[in-house]
């Protein structure tokens, strides 16, 4: 088998590669100790590997309606987290898990949305176009938040969070937009399944990587890793369900698609520039909520096809 067939092969399982990656740092926990140093790379690898896979033309379509893309970005980006603060001065839970849901909801949606949401049967583009404009908005909008209006405590001042958001995305897309011009659009169209496949490896080390020490965790304080556990599911799913209630007079189908953008979170973007300063159960939250994230869109497609029948 040739490494394009190997990589179609790969694209083809997707789901289920994904889901066993997961378990599979649960279950070695040796496995996911040697693949931990990798997690930040491939964060990175992953983004430019996304990027390259934009259609440029669909971009600029969507950007010159860009009244709805807008709305929607400030629920998820300012509103959300906001929101979630709000709740918690009211609700009282332990600082480390309301530190873990914010950081959450002020980074973006993750890179996968427009594959999701053509899995779901919801409007990729769309997702596409609201992912691409956080990605830019995320160096300012990320550090006021996270830093300045909600108060959290992280080792690294402002100007130095944003200084490194800046060059992740930056950086990405300076990589991507060399990658595609090297590379060529017609010949990255013509191997988009050998690509899905790459991008599958590359989740799939990240999944593993980043369960270091969930196992090691979860025997020694069992209850907090439940709990992380338990409210990554609930944090997933009642961001769906507030994003689509929000959206819903504007049609089901737009409304399913801010849905899934609120409650798919790129936490790999906030693990990796906050890197060594990243606390440590926050670690544990992103780790914990890949379940959710890669368990959530084959539970819920009848759910989906379901309610766009509707």
Known sequence: ???????????????????????????????????????????????????????????LHHARRPARAVLILAAI?????????????LVPAPPSLVLSIILTTTTTPVLSSPAFALLLGLEAELALIVVLAAMLLIPITMPALALALLGLQIDLSTAELMGRLAAFVGGGF?????????IGPARIKSEARAFDGAMVVILVVFAIGVMDGVTAR???EPGLVILFTAAAFLLNAAQQILGAAVFWLS??????????LFGYRNM????????????????LFVAVAQLPMYMYPVATLPLYRWLLRG
């Open 174 to 182: 300076a990589l991507a937009m060399a990658l595609r011009r090297l």
């Open 268 to 283: 790999a973007l906030v693990l990796a520039v906050l890197g060594e300063a990243a606390p440590a159960d926050f670690v």
């Open 1 to 59: 088998m040739t490494v394009r067939g190997l990589c179609e092969w790969i694209a083809g399982r997707g789901a289920l590669l994904l889901f066993a990656g997961v378990f599979a740092g649960l279950a070695v926990p040796p496995l996911a100790a040697l693949l931990r140093p990798t997690v930040l790379p491939v964060t990175f690898l992953l983004f430019v590997a996304s990027l390259l896979r934009l259609d440029l033309g669909m971009i």
């Open 77 to 89: 980006m300012v509103g959300a987290p906001l929101g979630w603060a709000a709740l918690f001065k």
């Open 251 to 260: 049609g089901r189908r737009l409304a399913l698609t801010v849905g899934l």
């Open 218 to 220: 979860l025997l020694a």
